[in-house]
Every structure is written in structure tokens, then in C-alpha cells.
């Protein structure tokens, strides 16, 4: 505003006129910001890929608490000298941690409320979850889920697109964007019926009405740096013009590049990080996990945003393993309060989870391909214990679906979620022989398993006929079988046929695990050569 000398006299008249002004314009957001002459320094905070990391690991690295104190003392220093924040995440806060994921992230999305998100972009893994659980998550959360190109089956937008933040003066459009493979990636069962809209297109179609209220356009996005050509971060920079900034997630990495531009492969924590600019654009991405707060300093004046400095600081990140790491930086004491109230969602999660169930006499490796089948003992014990909850003639599961090894020593409710993170329940379904072998062709368990699907309670003949059961009878087409899976394959995951249309169909409701965790019940040891 220009600065105008008042005359001496009528100061009363000019003064009441102001305010009147003032408040007009109070009552009128959609007029244009009283911006300033004055430039507006905006610190811009972001984190993504929480995956249920809400607690350090063994190392003291990471966790919220640390965080907590981190931010809160940026902000300070930020205040202290006139400028302004925003708290922004990626997305993907849920699945990875079994503490997390057995209370539905609730430490997790109350902790970031206590941090100050202002914002978070749905990412793919909020959809391991039922919508109601989104809906409950976002009771817990002070902050706004963004998503602008998810829509449901009536046309109506499932998240808030975008919200406006004033800063100062400035006008600052948050636009939240979720990668369009979600539809495949995510639980079939729980994006069903849903659309994904390429975010290129989603974005230039919402572009100008965000330019019609904000002087700043941030692209808060789930969609990976630049995985594949379309949908990603770069493809939305260069499809589409005036964006200012997109802070990213998905893709799990540290976007720092050389002097080139080109993106460092192995970027150390510590390091100085330069975000990658493409067609006018900053894209930037904060690894995982919290191991890292994204610190962009911005200079907003009226044509233009300029990014004077960029960190990537790492939160108590270590040099190594052993117990000579040092802290790659100043080592920062957690935030007492938010600590004190996390601890309680730590134990209550860990309890539970520390419970014995048996003891492995030794590893079961979930890569183990030894025997002619192509099915571990791993993939065969979690396809035994679907059977026997099922009573099922035949189980199969998908090796992806089978993230870590069932490790010697005891077994807890925690290694086998470990596991099993998904969570994904127990189906199953009644079919008959011809049906049952037009699905196994459909998934390529035809002459021998090369897709290498886990599974139990069938076998191949030498010429790779399929046999079932103990006594190795041939599928007979008129026989009705039972077949066991889990609800993400049943619903059309990894490109399985669905079996949601069968009449047949039953999903139990039960968790995966906790039918492996039936199976080894009241068995005082177990080993692969068992199973
Ligand atoms: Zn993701």
C-alpha cells in the first residue's frame, strides 16, 4: 500500500474512513489481498511417506517428538524475523509399522496434529484402509486431506481439491493430487468405484480458478518424482504452466540434484540439497519416514516466488549401524509433550504385539525357491493356515504380498505382521472344477508356476497337470472346490480375475495374520521342512 501523508486537519475523518475500508474488505475474501509492497518471506515445511513411523526406530532416529521440536523451533526463529510457515505432508501417512497400523495410524495423525500440519495430500496407502477409516482419521486430524482428483461413483470429489492459505497478505492455493495407479495399487475393495483423473488434466482444468484466488499455486502431491512418464511430479511441471512449487511424495526419495539437474542417485544425509526445477517449476521431496523436515525459504513479491534457500534436515539421522555412528547433525531431544503422549500409543501397541505365539527353529525365507513348485515354506505356511480357517480345499497368495522372512527365534503377533503388513482379511469361495481351472490359467498357474504364486492343497503333475489334495486327484470339472486368498487378490489385485461377483463369495473379516497366528497356536516349535 502506498504510504500517504494525512493533512494535519480532518485526521479523524481519514482515520474513520480507513477503517471503514478495512473492514469492507474483511467482509470480502474473494477480493484481491491487501498485498503489500513489502516482500513476504514464507518458510514452507513438508514431509511425506509417514508410513506409521510415529516412533524413532532402535537407533533414536527420526520419530515425531523430534520432529516436534525440530519445527517448533524453526517456526520460532521464522516469527522472530516477520516471516510466515506452512506445514505441509505428501501423503501416504498410514501402513509399515504395527504399532501404527493396528490402532488405524491414530498416533500418527493426532501426533501431526500436535505438530501443526496445515495440510496433507491422500496418498495410495490411505486406501489400504475402508473409507470409514479415512473418515475417522480425518476426526483425529486438525488439518485438512486433499485430494482433488478422486472422485466417487456420483461425480462428487471423496476429498476437499485445494484450500487457500493467507500469509501475510499473500494468497497461497494448496492443491492436494494423488497418482492415478492408485486405482490399481490400492485395495481393490476400497477404491472400487472410484476414479482416479490423470493429475496433468485435473490440474490445468482447476488452474484457473486457483489463479483467481491465490497469487501462489502449490501442487501438494502423491504421485512419485518421475517413476514413469505421465502422472508424476515432472510430467505435471511440464504439462502445465504456473505452477509454483509441488511437494511430493510416493516415489520415496530425496530430490536433491547437481549442478546439472539431474537427480543425485545417492544423496547423503547432511549434504546440501538443490530441489529439481523443471518448466519453471520446484519439485521437492523429503525422502520417508520423517527422517528428514524439507525447510523451502521463499521470498514472495508481487510477480514472483523465489526460493532463496533449501535444507533437507535430517532428524537425528546416524553415519552407520554400529555403535560408533554419530548423529549426522546436532542431535535433537524429542518435544517432552508430544513424547509423553505417543509413548502411551507405543506401548499400548506394543503389548499386544510382543505376545510369544512359537518359536521358529529357524528362518523361513520368503524368497526361498528351492523346491520344484516355486512355493517357499513361508508362502506355504500363510496358505496352509487360509485353509484350515477356511476350510478350504485349495489357498493361494501372492509372493509381493509377502514383505519380510519369518525370522529364527520367537514368534510374535509383530513378526507376522511384519510379514503380512497389509492387513488384508481372508476370502473365500465355493467353485467347481472348470471354474477353478479357467482361474488358475487366467493367473498362470497352467503347466507349472512360473508367476510364482504361493499357494497349498494342490500340486503339478509331471507334465504340469494340476492335482489336488493328499490323495492327487485331477481337477474334475463338476466338483465343487473350495478356494482360499486374501481380499486383495479376491478383489482383483495384481491383475487377478475378481472373484467379488461369485455368489459364492465370502470375506470373513479376519486378518491374514491372525489366521497364521490360529495355525501356530499351542505349537511349541515349527521349522520350513514342516511346511
Ligand atoms: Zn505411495
Known sequence: MAKQKLPSQGIGFYTALLVALLLISGCTPETPAAQSDEPVRLTLLHTNDNHGRFWPNQYGEYGMAARKTLIDRIRAEVEADGGYTLLLSGGDVNTGVPESDMQDAEPDFRGMSRMGYDAMAVGNHEFDNPLEVIRKQQTWSSFD????????????????????????????????????????????????????????????????????QAEVVIALTHMGHEMQSIGTDVALAKAVDGIDLIVGGHSQQPVCTDSEGALLADYQP????????????????????????????????????????????????????????????????????????????????????????????????????????NVSPLGSLITQAFRQFSRADIAITNSGGIRDNLYEGDVTVKSLMQVMPFANTVGYVDLNGEELQQYFEAIGLSGGNQRGVQFSGMSFTTDGDIVVGDENQPLDPAKIYRLATNSFLAAGGDGYPSLLDKPTYVNSGVVDFTTVQQLLAGKESISPAQF
Not at 500409543?345 to 525365507?365: H, N, P, S, Y
Open 270 to 373: 547432511g549434504a546440501p540439497c538443490k530441489p529439481d526445477f523443471e518448466n519453471g517449476t520446484w519439485i521437492m521431496q523429503a525422502h520417508e519416514w520423517g527422517k528428514y523436515v524439507g525447510r523451502a525459504d521463499l521470498v514472495i513479491e508481487k510477480d514472483s516466488v523465489q526460493l532463496v534457500d533449501y535444507q533437507l534436515i535430517p532428524v537425528n539421522l546416524k553415519t552407520g549401524r554400529d555403535e560408533h555412528a554419530e548423529m549426522v547433525q546436532a542431535s535433537i531431544p524429542p518435544d517432552a509433550e508430544l513424547q509423553a503422549f505417543l509413548q502411551d500409543f507405543q506401548d499400548k501397541g506394543g503389548e499386544a504385539l510382543r505376545q510369544v505365539i512359537t518359536r521358529a527353529e529357524a528362518t523361513f525365507d520368503r524368497r526361498d525357491k528351492r523346491r520344484p513348485s
Open 145 to 212: 486431506f486433499l485430494s482433488a482428483n478422486i472422485y466417487d461413483g456420483s461425480g462428487e470429489r471423496l476429498f476437499k481439491p485445494y484450500r487457500i492459505f493467507n500469509k501475510g497478505g499473500v494468497r497461497i492455493a494448496v492443491v492436494g493430487l494423488i497418482t492415478e495407479s492408485t486405482r490399481f495399487i490400492g485395495n481393490p475393495e476400497y477404491v472400487e468405484g472410484l476414479e482416479f483423473v490423470l493429475p496433468e488434466k485435473e490440474m490445468a482444468t482447476l488452474l484457473p480458478e486457483l489463479k483467481r
